[in-house]
């Protein structure tokens, strides 16, 4: 912990950033209206304003922490959510319709890549042939 003289916390969080060379910053914020912001004033207001590092501002407060008897709870809840997400977003797997075509274009791009290696490695062998002969007419 920064211990210091200055008042503003905001000022302590840019020093420490500055001081231990931290690239970004999360913090949270505290609802107040206008006036008491204008009184108090806005830690990171301040600190938005000020670092020099990267900062985060989270505007909304965490739920309350879940806690859970074992790990089969933990699974089965996340397995949950992840079903509940897929029901509205939808999958987020390839889809059999279009994976003919993904695959299409992986080997497209895979022969295009194999071709153009294979140029670059006939012009490698044609210069070292060409060095060679090179220094074979200076040796005789």
């Known amino acids: 912990?920064?211990?210091?003289?200055?008042?503003?916390?905001?000022?302590?969080?840019?020093?420490?950033?500055?001081?231990?060379?931290?690239t970004n910053i999360v913090?949270?914020?505290?609802?107040?209206?206008?006036?008491?912001?204008f009184f108090v004033g806005s830690t990171s207001k301040y600190v938005v304003e000020n670092a020099e590092s990267n900062v985060i501002v989270v505007k909304q407060p965490f739920g309350d922490a879940e806690e859970h008897e074992n790990i089969a709870?933990?699974?089965q809840a996340e397995e949950h959510e992840?079903?509940?997400?897929?029901?509205?977003?939808g999958p987020a797997e390839i889809h059999e319709s279009n994976l003919k075509e993904v695959k299409l274009a992986e080997e497209k791009e895979r022969t295009r890549r194999?071709?153009?290696?294979?140029?670059?490695?006939?012009?490698?062998l044609f210069s070292l042939y060409k060095f060679q002969e090179e220094l074979k007419s200076r040796n005789n």
């Open 1 to 22: 912990m920064m211990k210091g003289s200055d008042s503003n916390p905001g000022e302590l969080i840019c020093k420490a950033a500055e001081k231990y060379n931290i």
């Open 82 to 89: 992840r079903l509940r997400r897929e029901g509205e977003e």
């Open 27 to 37: 913090m949270g914020r505290r609802s107040m209206g206008g006036i008491e912001r």
């Open 73 to 75: 709870t933990v699974i």
């Open 114 to 124: 194999l071709s153009e290696d294979a140029e670059k490695n006939i012009e490698r």
